[in-house]
């Protein structure tokens, strides 16, 4: 079974980068209001998601290039993705905000030199130039300015070189060069006056000469496409409940799956409290009980739909044990999960990769899902849902739970009837063929559901549901 990959992928132009090594990698909260992809026509290729969020805030082509590749995965894991400039790298197995980092091109390709401007200084051979003790070497002037001004430290890193004049063979002349752990800078007088005084050398082009794994991933490339989305609400939801919404989200945020491979929710990662998850409601063999990673079950159901929307091949689906009114009231068109016992498993039988980006808005309550790949011309309708056996729920259930203040009680569930649902999926391919499937799902009834603290008596005729030891 197939390991959710994450990706991320971004665009970028003239410009050479890298992060220090003691830094930290590169982390891009998502944005809703942006799309998550652009397609380069120039070079053929798509950036997305976390990439060209680092590419759109930091510079963009003046200083990364163009992309000159696909994202592709090497024999090691990593993911990276060649600029002009730069090469981007995301790690699966890292936390999500520690996905992103630059390679350190300059350093890679300067390994080995051993002319004077490389050797380590102990101090700065000019008081008005700035000093890293880090790396053994000074910045100033205009190479100076236009670190400070572009992000200097987390784009670029250290500078591993004094100024020097260095023969640029692509151009045919000499610059004044200084290299960096992710870039070199080149000084061009010709240029004085605009932003175009200093440039950064194509250390990403070069990089890629030596990258016989990549010369696969330079082919020009389809633009990639939204496929499918959805969205679900939590304006009701507890804290805690939206911790865990917004912990998933992020974590799911920037994955890949690679054409052909399924999708395992419960193979995305740790969701425990060493993860960040906290305690929340969640429904337990037909009642509600505190556990860590409560409101996973709208993580997967919002998938859920964005995957069914796009028409892609859902492999393990099973529906929540009672209707849940968080999802806009369609009934048949959810699904649980309980890690690592219950699973929502879905294929990538689309043309392509597909990418996922998630976001959650706290200001309007909403989680969404959109997936990205190559459009095929596949079609999606649906048809129900379709009801039948309703069943009256019982009697309202009170559960004393020892975190509440004296005498509180809180209600949880709204009692709702019992139903088996068919909701049906019809996909449609560009040859006319059709594929049918059918979410059946089984509700049963659900009581009002109440939760009190200490000094509170449960009224006559309830259902006293025991705690949780």
Known sequence: M?????????????????????????????????????????????????????????????????????????????????????????NPAAPPEQRLSLTRLGALLTEGRSEPAFTWLAASPDPARTFYPQSGHSLGGAFGWFWQTHNGLSTFGYPISEEFQEWNPTAG??????????????????????????????????????????????????????????????STSAVERVTNITRATVMINGLMVPQGAEFSFAGVGDFSEVNGFVDG?????????????GG????????????????????????????VFFYENILGFDATVYTPDIDFRWRNNSPGPIYIAGTVDLSTSKMSFQLWGYNDGRQVSYDGPYEKNVTKPGSPAW???????????????????????????????????????TYYTHYTPWEDFFIYGSGVTPPSGAHIVPPKP
């Open 2 to 90: 197939y390991r959710p990959v994450v990706l991320i992928i971004a665009l970028v132009a003239l410009a050479t980068l890298l992060v220090p090594a003691a830094s930290p990698a590169l982390a891009a909260p998502p944005d809703p209001q942006s799309a998550a992809f652009a397609f380069y026509p120039q070079t053929g290729h798509n950036i997305g998601m976390q990439i060209k969020q680092y590419f759109d805030a930091n510079g963009g082509l003046d200083v990364f290039g163009l992309p000159l590749t696909e994202l592709f995965s090497e024999a090691s894991g990593l993911q990276v993705q060649y600029f002009e400039r730069a090469r981007f790298e995301l």
């Open 173 to 234: 002349q000499v610059y004044l060069v200084q290299y960096f752990e992710r870039a070199r800078f080149e000084y061009h007088p010709e240029n004085v006056g605009t932003p175009y005084e200093v440039m950064l050398g194509s250390l990403g082009r070069q990089f890629l000469e030596r990258d016989p794994v990549a010369s696969a991933a330079v082919a020009p490339a389809q633009a990639l496409e939204l496929l499918g989305q959805s969205s679900t609400g939590f």
């Open 281 to 293: 409601y969640a429904i337990v063999s037909g009642r509600m009980e505190k556990v860590v990673g």
């Open 296 to 323: 996973l079950c709208q993580v997967s159901t919002t998938l859920f739909r964005s995957v069914s929307n796009a028409g892609l091949q859902v492999t393990h689906r099973v529906g929540h044990s009672h209707v």
């Open 399 to 437: 559960q004393f739970d020892k975190t509440m203040p004296k005498g509180a009680v809180r209600q949880l569930v709204h009692g709702r009837s019992g139903v088996d649902v068919n909701y049906y999926r019809t996909v449609t391919f560009a040859d006319g063929s059709t594929h049918r499937d």
